[in-house]
């Protein structure tokens, strides 16, 4: 159940909600609107009727069932009436889920601290509001490059301090969850851990916000699920990220789902990024892909940047080089602006 706050109803009044709604067995998640405040009852769904009756609570305007089985990622979790949509900060300057389109840039992965910090640069200056680069590497084959790890981690807190950009990395263990997040501001999961619910839980124990990938065989309700995972655990700054999915073609790395971005924002509240480099594996359709991302509606994009991709060692085919990112990011400029957005 959700249980809407009326306009202006008082703290005190939101307390008592809270209060009720623990005596009756349920957890509450409160979510502050700039005009009402929105509640969430989870609990056991075969006595939810319970809850009802908080509808005569003084402040409250009215209780409503959510019908989905993720709650807390579910639109209804937000005031309709007012088009609210989450807001998730990354930092002082970045925000997802406004009406700035916020671009995230870097190599797949950590290889040097030159090489980081120079890329860190050329990504800064053609535009982008984050830098990515993986310290942690999940890979198919156990012989190929894993990352550098903590080192890595180094690497991405000097290359922030060098140029003032946030960084976001993958974090694959949960026992690794409090090391990564202490050196970067956002931690990503990847798509192999999209269904790794214990690393999900562990979550909710960090305030850094969570970047969370879409698996390659992920229907959009499991995507769902996942990000209700880490909303219960007690973390609300979830990004979603589209990233491709596995289907029968072999032209691409994967199939980029489009549609998901419009269906995502038809059913959750939280922001939606696309990630055009994993979804085709070609750096050559990248920025077409990007383009379409805009304009269908994501909130960012997660670019593949390397100053040598032909001797990268993680996903150099895919890679952007600076050059070519600086002309995606002029050229993105006019697309964000025919989707009233901004850069």
């Known amino acids: 159940m959700i249980i809407v ?63 989905r089985p993720y709650k807390l990622a579910s639109i209804e979790m937000k005031d309709e009436k007012a088009d609210e949509r989450s807001i998730v900060k990354v930092g002082p300057d970045v925000s997802f889920g406004g009406n700035k389109v916020v671009v995230i840039a870097g190599p797949c992965s950590v290889e040097s601290r030159d090489s980081l910090i120079d890329t860190a640069k050329e990504v800064k200056a053609a535009g982008a509001s984050m830098l990515r680069g993986g310290a942690f590497k999940p890979r198919t084959s156990p012989y190929a490059f894993q990352g550098l790890e903590e080192e890595g981690l180094k690497i991405l807190a000097d290359a922030r301090e060098e140029t003032g950009l946030p960084v976001v990395t993958e974090v694959v263990n949960p026992e690794d969850v409090d090391l990564v997040a202490g050196y970067c501001d956002m931690l990503q999961i990847g798509a192999r851990n999209v269904q790794n619910f214990a690393l999900l839980k562990r979550l909710g124990d960090v305030k850094n916000p969570i970047l969370l990938k879409r698996g390659m065989m992920t229907t959009i309700e499991e995507f769902l699920m996942s990000a209700e995972y880490v909303l219960s655990a007690g973390n609300p700054n979830v990004v979603l990220c589209e990233r491709g999915i ?34 085709t594996g070609v750096w050559q359709y990248v920025k077409s892909l990007s383009y379409a991302a805009v304009a269908a509606g994501a909130d960012g994009l997660m670019v593949e940047v390397h100053l040598q991709p032909e001797i990268a060692m993680c996903d150099g085919p895919q890679s952007l080089k600076p050059g070519t990112f600086k002309e995606l990011m002029d050229d993105l400029t006019k697309f964000a602006d025919a989707a009233g957005r901004s850069l």
């Open 5 to 67: 706050m009326q306009a202006g109803a008082s703290e005190e009044k939101l307390q008592e909600v809270i209060e009720r709604i623990k005596e009756l067995g349920y957890s509450p998640h409160l979510i502050r609107g700039e005009q009402r405040n929105v509640l969430g009852a989870i609990g056991d769904e075969r006595e939810k009727t319970r809850l009802q009756y908080l509808e005569a609570l003084p402040g409250v305007e009215r209780v409503v069932p959510i019908l």
């Open 246 to 279: 596995r289907t029968f073609e072999t032209a691409t790395r994967n199939t980029l789902d489009i549609s998901a971005i419009p269906v995502l924002k038809e059913r959750t509240h939280l922001p939606v990024i696309v990630d055009p480099s994993h979804a």
